[in-house]
């Protein structure tokens, strides 16, 4: 049942009945479920902060766990639209999800932000002018740092990833800014979480480094692994955010620190948005926010301000698609702006594990791409 999230709205004197209704669907349970509860937290935060509005128009919130399964996405999905007559849909983590919702979604004329995945197929020939992508195409992350493992004089690598859309999309990111030879070239199943036949056939390869796409459960086991195999100091590890956010970090351990990522967001970037997020979520939830909880927050911040701009009108569809393309509003990332696709050209920073007393966290030491665009926009017929 979806969980109403702004139900304070109803029945309080002096408040407006919503006028936008907003379904989100992520993930919440099982495998993957700290990605979804992140994403939900920042975005209802952002939602809390202006008092139950977004740009001044009051926003009646579903939420509803998809347990990372298409078919029950799909399902939630078809009830939003049918039955709850949602305006915008939100809240996609995976990417083989939202190729099998999105397409769906914006074809009714309901607009879709994702605060999440980004499968090159949705940025370019399937790309539609109601869908945007607040987060990133799946590739970027992984172009920093296959840029950033060639600009360090790495020249053999190991790269690997689960099969699945996002994973294809990491090491083929990963290897178009990489001009080094490869070591090995390796896709796992999606879910896995013992890697000995992979690790022992990465020794056996002897690469000068190793860059890994392992969301979720998937990276903690992995690099578990390879600091028990050994290999921590020895050859080096570099990956994108989504293993070494503070969803992950509590859970690994030790075996991350000093481990080099790359992500568009860090809790350190310094902006007044981003001061005030970061201060607001420690506030509301008593924990560090995460890479996650940034991209919820930035796609409730984006409606926002498309809300403000059309007066709340969000049937006038042409006014509140042209908003959002406008993105007038401060990221808490700093530099953002939409490309011709509806996803973000914006800045990849590179980040290190540190220790900042108890906790495990990440300090901004780089950046790997200033105004970064992704590769697919040429493709994309808007």
């Not at 039955?83 to 996609?92: A, F, W």
């Not at 999440?116 to 539609?128: F, R, V």
């Not at 083929?172 to 036949?197: I, M, N, P, S």
């Not at 990465?202 to 050994?230: C, E």
Request: hydrophobic share 45%; charged share 20%; aromatic share 10%.
């Amino acid at each position: 049942m979806a969980l109403l999230v702004a139900a304070f709205l109803i029945g309080m004197p002096g408040l407006l009945t919503a006028q936008v209704k907003i379904g989100m669907i992520t993930t919440l349970s099982g495998g993957g479920s700290a990605l979804g509860v992140d994403v939900r937290d920042g975005f209802k935060l952002a939602l809390d902060q202006g008092s139950g509005k977004l740009g001044g128009t009051a926003v009646e919130l579903l939420v509803e766990d998809d347990a990372r399964k298409s078919g029950k996405a799909l399902q939630v999905a078809n009830r939003f639209m049918k039955r709850d007559k949602v305006d915008v849909m939100t809240g996609i983590i995976w990417s083989n999800l939202a190729i099998a919702v999105v397409p769906k979604v914006v074809g009714t004329g309901i607009f879709y932000i994702s605060p999440n995945a980004g499968p090159s197929k949705l940025a370019g020939a399937d790309c539609h002018e109601n869908y945007f992508n607040v987060a990133w195409q799946n590739d970027n992350l992984h172009e920093a740092m296959g840029q950033y493992v060639a600009q360090k004089g790495f020249k053999n690598a190991y790269i690997m990833a689960p099969n699945y859309p996002a994973g294809k999309d990491a090491l083929r990111g990963f290897k178009r800014f990489y001009k080094g030879k490869l070591a090995g070239e390796v896709y796992t199943t999606l879910g896995q979480t013992d890697y000995a036949a992979e690790i022992a056939a990465l020794r056996a390869a002897n690469p000068d480094a190793v860059f890994f796409f392992l969301p979720g459960g998937m990276g903690i086991s992995f690099i578990k692994q390879y600091h028990q195999a050994g290999l921590t100091g020895k050859v080096p590890l570099f990956g994108p955010a989504f293993s070494f956010d503070q969803t992950i970090l509590g859970a690994v351990g030790d075996a991350a620190l000093g481990v080099i990522n790359s992500s568009q967001w860090n809790k350190d970037i310094d902006n007044s948005a981003n001061k005030a997020f970061v201060a607001g979520f420690r506030k509301a939830y008593n924990r560090l926010p995460s890479l996650y909880a940034s991209q919820g927050y930035d796609a409730a911040r984006l409606i926002g301000a498309a809300l403000k701009s059309t007066g709340g009108k969000v049937d006038d569809k042409d006014a509140f698609r042209a908003a959002l393309r406008k993105a007038d509003f401060e990221s808490v990332r700093g530099n953002f702006r939409f490309g011709s696709n509806h996803h973000p050209v914006q800045d990849i920073h590179v980040r290190e594990v540190v220790r900042e007393g108890k906790v495990l966290t990440n300090k901004t030491v780089g950046k790997a791409f200033s105004d970064h665009a992704d590769a697919y926009a040429g493709q994309c017929k808007m």
